[in-house]
C-alpha cells in the first residue's frame, strides 16, 4: 500500500515568507509525528498527533510554527514569518496507534531553504 | 528532559567483520525501542524494534536490550558496505497516561570499508 506522502519535496523561500508542509500519513494510521533534521544533525521531535488533537506540543521550536490534523488524516506544519535557521528536512511519520510500541513510517521529507 | 544517547561516530569496520553500535537512555519507564537506518539524504527506515531484555536476531542484524543498564545495541553480522548509514536509536517515552512518543538519538555513522 501507499506510504507516507509529503508535499512539497522542496520549497524555497525568502526570508519573513510564511510555508505550509502536508503530509498524508499511511491510511488508518492514527498517530502522526513531525521532526525536523538539520543538516548533519539528529531528529528533533516537533509535534505529535493522535487522531487530530495534540497531546504533546512540546517541540515547536516558537510561536511562528503551528500544525493541524484535520479528519484524523492530513496533517500541515505551518511556519509564519520563516527565518534562515528554519532551513531543515521536516519528516512527517505515521504510526497505527499512540502506544509508541508500533513502528513509525517515515515520509520522504520536505527540505525547506530559506534565503 | 528524557536523553537518548549515542556516539556519532564514524563507526569503521573493514568489511565482514561485525559492527556494533550503542545507545543509553534515561526514562526508565521505556517499554519499546528501536533502530532506524538513514542512508544520506534519505529517510530513516526501521532495522529492529525490541521490547523484552535479551537478544533479538533478523538475518545478519541482532538487537540486544538491557533495561537494568539501560542499554540497548545493535550488532551487525558480515558487515557490507552497503550497511553504510547512520543508525538512530529510538526509545518510546511516555507523554501521558496512555499515549507516547518516541525520543531519537542523534545517530551513530558507520562507515564500512573494502
Known amino acids: 500500500g501507499a506510504g507516507v506522502s509529503q508535499s512539497p519535496s522542496n520549497k524555497v523561500t525568502e526570508k519573513g515568507k510564511d510555508v505550509e508542509l502536508r503530509c498524508d500519513p499511511i491510511?488508518?494510521?492514527?498517530?502522526l509525528y513531525w521532526y525536523r533534521q538539520s543538516l548533519g544533525q539528529g531528529l528533533e521531535f516537533l509535534i505529535y498527533?493522535?487522531?487530530?488533537?495534540?497531546?504533546?506540543k512540546s517541540g515547536l521550536p516558537s510561536d511562528r510554527f503551528s500544525a493541524e490534523r484535520t479528519g484524523g488524516s492530513v496533517s500541515t506544519l505551518t511556519i509564519q514569518r520563516t527565518q534562515q535557521e528554519d532551513s531543515a528536512v521536516y519528516l512527517c511519520?505515521?504510526?497505527?496507534?499512540?502506544?509508541?510500541?508500533?513502528?513509525?513510517?517515515f515520509g520522504p521529507g520536505t527540505r525547506l531553504t530559506v534565503l | 528532559q528524557k536523553e537518548v544517547e549515542q556516539n556519532s561516530g564514524p563507526l569503521s569496520v573493514p568489511e565482514g567483520a561485525i559492527a556494533s553500535l550503542n545507545c543509553t537512555y534515561s526514562?526508565?519507564?521505556?517499554?519499546?525501542f528501536f533502530w532506524y537506518r538513514q542512508y544520506s539524504g534519505k529517510s530513516p527506515e526501521l532495522i529492529m524494534s525490541?521490547?523484552?531484555?535479551g537478544d533479538k536476531e533478523d538475518g545478519r542484524f541482532t538487537a540486544q536490550l538491557n533495561k537494568a543498564s539501560q542499554y540497548v545495541s545493535l550488532l551487525i553480522r558480515d558487515s557490507q558496505p552497503s550497511d553504510s548509514a547512520t543508525y538512530l536509536c529510538?526509545?518510546?517515552?511516555?507523554?501521558?497516561?496512555?499515549?507516547?512518543?518516541?525520543?531519537f538519538g542523534t545517530g551513530t555513522r558507520l562507515q564500512v570499508t573494502l
Open positions: 491510511s488508518g494510521h492514527t498517530a
Open positions: 511519520a505515521s504510526s497505527p496507534d499512540s502506544g509508541g510500541t508500533d513502528t513509525q513510517y
Open positions: 498527533f493522535q487522531g487530530n488533537s495534540a497531546p504533546d
Open positions: 526514562d526508565r519507564g521505556s517499554q519499546s
Open positions: 529510538a526509545v518510546n517515552e511516555r507523554v501521558d497516561g496512555t499515549a507516547s512518543k518516541l525520543t
Open positions: 525490541i521490547y523484552s531484555n
